[in-house]
């Protein structure tokens, strides 16, 4: 056995403090911030609703949720139902490479969002800071071109997140455990989305 493993009181012990503390913040955002989960799933049922689209993006372990957003609602998250337009911006490396290269690598999401958004369509962004340069010109870009736009970020967030219809900000400042509620917050939507669409049929 590894010598990190040997002393199973101190293993016990990170993994006590690990669960125990994602168990307090999703208790937090129960109380904190589960009316603007609702709200952002509003906004994404309205877009699908009236034909128009969902964008997502993010950097990193953010990028990758974004990607894994989109394929909720392009295949299914539990209910078995048509697909769901969505698009991930992170995806494309000719894409992301090109215009990185031509551009630099702050605009990687704004450009795309200049060349496919359209108005109602949504821009959903994930940064665990919400000071990423890549993702604040994303969000300002869909803004100007009457995008609806939804950040979730992280407690030490950036004042420009002002320019968004929605931010929904986990009240703590650790990647992982930031990293984790978003994803907990990406399946509410998708559910709650599921729900509404369900109820009409």
Known sequence: MPAA???????????????????SLAERMRTETSESIACAAEIVYAAIKSGNRI????????????????????GRFLTERDPLAGIALTVDTSVLTAIGNDYGYEEVYSRQVRAIGKPGDVLLALSTSGRSPNILAALKQARDRG?????????TSSPELDVCDLVITIPDSGTPRIQEMHLVILH??????????????
């Open 147 to 155: 995008l609806k736009t939804i950040a979730l970020v992280g407690a």
């Open 55 to 74: 964008l997502a993006c993010g950097n990193g372990g953010s990028a990758a949720e974004a990607q894994h957003f989109i394929a909720e609602l392009v």
């Open 188 to 201: 509410l939507i998708c559910e709650l989305v599921d729900n509404a669409l369900t109820s009409e049929s």
């Open 5 to 23: 493993f040997e002393n199973s009181r101190q293993t016990q012990d990170l993994i006590d403090q690990t669960l125990l503390g994602v168990q």
